[in-house]
């Protein structure tokens, strides 16, 4: 686990953004709860409560910046 470790932090931003994506992925898909509040929201069919995607495309470049 170490040199996965060592070696992962050598990678540029963008690849360890990936592979951080990969592994949030890889946990949520085993938790019940996630699972059931995304339905909820993927099933919303009130638009009040939708994101546009531009507004989210920005929300993650700030958080990128940080």
Partial sequence: MAEVMREVA???RVRQN???A???H????EDPAWRTEMTR???????KNWVR???LSKWFKRRAQK
């Fill in 10 to 12: 050598d990678w540029p």
């Fill in 18 to 20: 990936k592979l951080a």
């Fill in 22 to 24: 990969f592994l949030l």
């Fill in 26 to 29: 890889l946990r949520l898909r």
């Fill in 41 to 47: 929201r993927i099933d919303d069919r009130n638009p």
């Fill in 53 to 55: 995607l531009e507004d």
